[in-house]
């Protein structure tokens, strides 16, 4: 098994990352995450950086994860410096939970996981 962190979901490929087990949460398709990343919605420029973790083996995506970075509050609905400050100067991170739907990997009975009960 091979981790890396990509910075481009274009770099990987769509039938890959689609056929890994997302629970039908249409905002981890490659083809919307494309769509983010086409229309500038994320990016240096704005300040959301992706990374998508993913975990490969020699069939392909065994698992993956997409992360962004924030790196200023500019651009924001909401401008909240002093949540900011607050964070800076006291070192901590606020996290959103967003359950296992962040986690994407081989659905059961995908046809590498068969072939490897096989042998």
Request: aromatic share 12%; glycine share 6%; net charge neutral.
């Amino acid at each position: 098994m091979r981790s890396r962190v990509i910075e481009r979901i274009r770099d990987l490929p769509a039938s890959e990352w689609n056929a890994l087990d997302h629970r039908g949460y249409p905002f981890l398709r490659h083809e919307f995450l494309t769509a983010l990343e086409d229309s500038g919605c994320i990016g240096f420029e704005t300040g959301w950086r992706a990374h998508f973790i993913v975990l490969e083996d020699d069939a392909g995506i065994a698992a993956a994860a997409p992360a962004w970075l924030k790196d200023h509050s500019y651009g924001e609905f909401v401008f909240d410096f002093a949540w900011a400050r607050l964070m800076h100067d006291t070192a901590c991170a606020i996290t959103r939970n967003y359950s296992s739907q962040r986690l994407s990997h081989r659905p059961p009975g995908h046809a590498c996981c068969i072939a490897r009960t096989r042998r």
